[in-house]
């Protein structure tokens, strides 16, 4: 039977048929005042708006021109009659007329499509980072901590919703003005293509800059924590510095004898595998919960834990691909969203407390209940060495292999110039260095520039895990996924004035509330930090 991701390839590929067939007819079918679709070349900002009241109000003119050229008191009269009839048959409705300048991009999703969404986004959700959830729960106790999680949780669920109205109003914004940008006329809505086009040129670089930290302290992460969990499977044999290094250079060998699709495919097997344990542990772990630890609650302890929360519940970076691949079905997305994030919220409420309760409640702050466990040398410290590096291994190959494609083509646009000097100028040596760069040095020069450096520093400074995960959290996190939406949203929901896209009620005042919230967040992260460097 094929797996859901490989059944979620396959509606991706048919959506994609489905856009090309839609987008041909839309071609044919006439618009509204006498014109095609496909004749619109530029955005509907303000002078498309305009062009288009003008032609609703034609009528109107019309007659009372006529009227006047005939004159006198009762022509006069037939005038202001026939204007205000006309201005009656022609309405002038803002909405309506931009609408007219846009296609509806919108579609129904399956079934299938929709099942297969909410699989990919609790399967992107689960990860490595779950290791890290009850170290930040434990100094605030299960209670305190859960209620935090499930706030950022709605919050986060709430910004994923205003990317859906992002996306939603570029697609139909591109479509109508014939952009077919650089992957074809049904490619997917990229962020960086968002943010150019909400905050300019300067603002989508700066997002690409910030997505790139967000990356390499994702990937510092799984490669400060792997170090412990190898160095604790092998009994001590193999310290921490090792175990890391062992890691790193392990991942990259099989990706470069395997090659991505083989070390992907692998990977996708390893994450139902990891799943599957983790609804076993999370099983035996709440069959023998103690009460006793919901005694503890230090609530003002619980927002520090935003950090690490936000690591976890992020899915947000996938929400184009889900919106194409569910033909960009608002109703059928927001399913998804919930759906497909829920199954994570639930999983991280049972593990913080089977974790929390297993370890005695609340640990002293800088204690790893995790690792406490792990450390105990029984039956539930083996399954959960083995069940972390499973976790940590397969986030670890997920992030490598597509922050080295990003990297990869980095280098590409960076030398392009340079072979194409050598091929103006028919230089056999630079030709042949081509050559061996595209089959070989770009890939392995874009892998070693995501895995040495985050080796390099967490040898540097060892026990980054938590810190590392936190730091991605509250600032790449909070900042792309957190601070932008409500920023692009309003944009977007200025130039178009299509309320009826409005994917979330409230207007302002709530793109005001997510957004004060999220600069809340990183505020009061700073201050943290502030406070342990003083």
Same mark, same amino acid.
């Given at each position: 039977?094929?797996?859901?991701?490989?059944?979620?390839?396959?509606?991706?590929?048919?959506?994609?048929?489905?856009?090309?067939?839609?987008?041909?007819?839309?071609?044919?079918?006439?618009?509204?005042?006498? @014109?095609?679709? !496909?004749?619109?070349?530029?955005?509907?900002?303000?002078?498309? $708006?305009?062009?288009?009241?003008?032609? @609703?109000?034609?009528?109107?003119?019309?007659?009372?021109?006529?009227?006047?050229?005939?004159?006198?008191?009762?022509?006069?009269?037939?005038?202001?009659?026939?204007?205000?009839?006309?201005?009656?048959? /022609?309405?002038?409705?803002?909405?309506?007329?931009?609408?007219?300048? @846009?296609? +509806? $991009?919108?579609?129904?999703?399956?079934?299938?499509?929709?099942?297969?969404?909410?699989?990919?986004?609790?399967?992107?959700?689960?990860?490595?980072?779950?290791?890290?959830?009850?170290?930040?729960?434990?100094?605030?106790? $299960?209670?305190? !901590?859960?209620?935090?999680?499930?706030?950022?949780?709605? =919050?986060?669920?709430?910004?994923?919703?205003?990317?859906?109205?992002?996306?939603?109003?570029?697609?139909? /914004?591109?479509? #109508?003005?014939?952009?077919?940008?650089? +992957? #074809?006329?049904?490619?997917?809505?990229?962020?960086?293509?968002?943010?150019?086009?909400?905050?300019?040129?300067?603002?989508?670089?700066?997002?690409?800059?910030?997505?790139?930290? &967000?990356?390499?302290?994702?990937?510092?992460?799984?490669?400060?924590?792997?170090?412990?969990?190898?160095?604790?499977? !092998?009994?001590?044999?193999?310290?921490?510095?090792?175990? @890391?290094?062992?890691?790193?250079?392990?991942?990259?060998?099989?990706?470069?004898?395997?090659?991505?699709?083989?070390?992907?495919?692998?990977?996708?097997?390893?994450?139902?595998?990891?799943?599957?344990?983790?609804?076993?542990?999370?099983?035996?772990?709440?069959?023998?919960?103690?009460?006793?630890?919901?005694?503890?609650?230090?609530?003002?302890?619980?927002?520090?834990?935003?950090?690490?929360?936000?690591?976890?519940?992020?899915?947000? +970076?996938?929400?184009? $691909?889900?919106?194409?691949?569910?033909?960009?079905?608002?109703?059928?997305?927001?399913?998804?969203?919930?759906?497909?994030?829920?199954?994570?919220?639930?999983? &991280?409420?049972?593990?913080?407390?089977?974790?929390?309760?297993?370890?005695?409640?609340?640990?002293?702050?800088?204690?790893?209940?995790?690792?406490?466990?792990?450390?105990?040398?029984?039956?539930?410290?083996?399954?959960?060495?083995?069940?972390?590096?499973?976790?940590?291994?397969?986030?670890?190959?997920?992030?490598?292999?597509?922050?080295?494609?990003?990297?990869?083509?980095?280098?590409? %646009?960076?030398?392009?110039?340079? =072979?194409?000097?050598?091929?103006?100028?028919? +230089?056999?040596?630079?030709?042949?260095? %081509?050559?061996? =760069?595209?089959?070989?040095?770009?890939? %392995?020069?874009?892998?070693?520039?995501?895995?040495?450096?985050?080796?390099?520093?967490?040898?540097?400074?060892?026990?980054?895990?938590?810190?590392?995960?936190?730091?991605?959290?509250?600032?790449?996190?909070?900042?792309?996924?957190?601070?932008?939406?409500?920023?692009?949203?309003?944009?977007?929901?200025?130039?178009? %004035?299509?309320?009826?896209?409005?994917?979330?009620?409230?207007?302002?005042?709530?793109?005001?509330?997510?957004?004060?919230?999220?600069?809340?967040?990183?505020?009061?992260?700073?201050?943290?930090?502030?406070?342990?460097?003083?």
């Amino acid at each position: 039977a094929s797996s859901p991701l490989t059944c979620a390839c396959k509606h991706f590929l048919r959506a994609r048929l489905m856009a090309v067939v839609r987008s041909v007819a839309r071609v044919a079918l006439p618009r509204r005042a006498g @014109q095609l679709r !496909s004749s619109v070349r530029e955005p509907p900002h303000s002078h498309l $708006v305009g062009a288009a009241r003008a032609a @609703q109000m034609a009528p109107a003119m019309a007659a009372r021109a006529a009227i006047a050229r005939r004159g006198g008191a009762a022509g006069a009269a037939r005038e202001q009659a026939a204007a205000a009839s006309a201005d009656a048959a /022609e309405p002038w409705d803002e909405e309506q007329a931009a609408a007219a300048e @846009q296609p +509806d $991009v919108t579609g129904r999703a399956s079934r299938a499509d929709l099942v297969s969404a909410i699989v990919f986004i609790a399967g992107t959700t689960i990860g490595g980072g779950a290791l890290a959830l009850p170290a930040s729960a434990a100094p605030a106790g $299960v209670v305190p !901590s859960i209620t935090a999680l499930v706030l950022v949780w709605l =919050w986060m669920t709430v910004q994923a919703i205003l990317l859906v109205e992002v996306t939603v109003r570029m697609k139909q /914004e591109e479509s #109508g003005a014939g952009d077919k940008g650089n +992957d #074809g006329a049904d490619a997917v809505v990229s962020f960086e293509r968002m943010a150019e086009r909400t905050i300019g040129r300067v603002g989508g670089q700066a997002t690409g800059m910030v997505y790139q930290i &967000y990356s390499y302290l994702s990937l510092l992460a799984y490669v400060a924590v792997v170090g412990d969990v190898i160095a604790q499977l !092998s009994g001590g044999l193999l310290a921490s510095e090792m175990g @890391q290094a062992l890691a790193v250079f392990g991942i990259w060998g099989v990706i470069l004898g395997f090659g991505k699709r083989g070390v992907m495919a692998v990977n996708e097997k390893l994450n139902y595998v990891f799943l599957f344990a983790l609804a076993g542990i999370l099983a035996a772990g709440l069959f023998s919960f103690d009460l006793g630890v919901l005694g503890h609650a230090a609530w003002s302890k619980a927002p520090a834990a935003a950090g690490i929360i936000l690591f976890n519940v992020v899915y947000h +970076d996938v929400i184009p $691909v889900i919106c194409d691949n569910l033909k960009y079905d608002v109703k059928a997305i927001k399913t998804a969203l919930v759906l497909g994030g829920g199954i994570p919220l639930l999983a &991280y409420v049972g593990w913080i407390a089977a974790v929390l309760s297993a370890a005695g409640g609340a640990m002293a702050a800088g204690v790893d209940p995790v690792q406490v466990l792990m450390a105990g040398g029984d039956a539930t410290g083996t399954v959960l060495q083995w069940w972390g590096l499973l976790a940590i291994i397969t986030s670890f190959i997920g992030f490598t292999i597509a922050q080295a494609e990003y990297e990869a083509d980095l280098f590409a %646009q960076w030398t392009a110039p340079l =072979w194409a000097k050598a091929a103006a100028a028919s +230089d056999r040596a630079l030709l042949s260095a %081509q050559r061996v =760069w595209d089959k070989y040095g770009r890939e %392995q020069l874009a892998y070693a520039s995501v895995l040495l450096p985050p080796l390099a520093v967490s040898l540097a400074l060892p026990g980054l895990f938590v810190v590392a995960a936190d730091l991605a959290g509250v600032y790449g996190v909070a900042l792309l996924y957190g601070v932008l939406p409500p920023v692009m949203t309003f944009v977007l929901r200025r130039d178009q %004035q299509r309320p009826s896209l409005d994917a979330v009620p409230g207007g302002n005042a709530t793109l005001a509330a997510l957004l004060l919230a999220g600069l809340g967040l990183m505020a009061d992260a700073s201050i943290k930090y502030l406070k342990m460097l003083l």
